[in-house]
């Protein structure tokens, strides 16, 4: 399953890598189907409706995220207790979040590729000059376009899916592909995203997740086991250098305290005198 998926998904990003590079005035066209010129803006973006049905939509990847992030957390905490979740799946999920969303699209891409967004170029009543995904541009300082960011965050609901029951794992899986189509779309009719932005997005987020999959899930290479004793040996170290500081900070203060009383004792007698 993973590996299809992995390769599909990596054949699928070269073909439309190179479709909206020989013609990347589709990023243009498509948004403007939802760009009003008499307005001079995208109409939707404004609306509470679907700013609302985009809140709900922003939470559901962290909703699912959490109980791996409070297993691996308590786990943290007390490195001696047993993880409530298997360790290979916290991890699988705690890192494929991570890297894919937080490292590569929030971080690494969106501030530092220059893509403006379309309601920030000419084409849209913004000063900026479009930009075809591939070329990185000086046009956006910050949270730029390329990525989309909360597309990358949806698309990777495929990795809980991911772990559904196999008699219904492609539904779910399936299921939320869609879920990452209609939360990037969104972006889109709003004008914060070109299409090509949602695209890689998912790619991107796709590709993390299946290569996390098989490194950390795949029968042949999985060790539950091991894993957790990794995590329990990484909290005891993180737990004395946490230790360590907290002594050397005590130490500092400790000897802060005792200078400061000396000096008040000075500046009481001085003041008796």
């Excluded at 922003?58 to 207790?81: E, G, H, Y």
């Excluded at 914060?192 to 932005?197: G, K, L, P, Y």
Aim: glycine share 8%; net charge positive; charged share 15%.
């Amino acid at each position: 399953m993973a590996r299809g998926w992995l390769l599909a998904s990596i054949a699928l990003g070269l073909v439309l890598g190179l479709i909206f590079a020989l013609y990347p005035f589709i990023d243009l066209e498509v948004a403007s189907l939802f760009f009003d010129p008499h307005k001079a803006k995208f109409p939707l973006s404004t609306t509470y409706e679907w700013n609302t049905v985009r809140v709900v939509a922003n939470w559901i990847p962290f909703l699912l995220l959490a109980p791996a992030l409070f297993a691996l957390l308590r786990k943290i905490v007390f490195p001696q207790s047993k993880m409530l979740i298997a360790p290979s799946v916290v991890i699988y999920l705690v890192a494929s979040f991570a890297i894919g969303p937080g490292l590569i699209s929030n971080f690494a891409l969106k501030e530092h590729w220059g893509r403006p967004r379309p309601n920030a170029v000419h084409q849209f009543a913004g000063t900026a000059n479009f930009e075809p995904w591939w070329r990185p541009s000086s046009e956006c300082k910050s949270n730029c376009s390329f990525v989309s960011g909360e597309a990358s965050q949806a698309f990777w609901v495929v990795a809980p899916a991911s772990l559904a029951p196999p008699q219904v794992r492609p539904i779910a899986m399936g299921t939320a592909v869609v879920f990452g189509t209609a939360v990037g779309g969104m972006r889109v009719v709003f004008g914060r995203h070109f299409v090509s932005d949602i695209i890689f997005a998912g790619i991107i987020t796709i590709v993390v997740v299946m290569a996390l999959y098989r490194l950390l899930l795949d029968p042949v290479r999985r060790n539950d086991a091991r894993t957790e004793k990794a995590i329990e040996r990484t909290a005891v170290a993180l737990h004395r250098a946490v230790g360590g500081v907290l002594a050397r900070v005590g130490t500092v203060l400790a000897h802060a305290g005792r200078t400061l009383r000396h000096t008040g004792q000075h500046l009481h007698n001085a003041g008796s005198d």
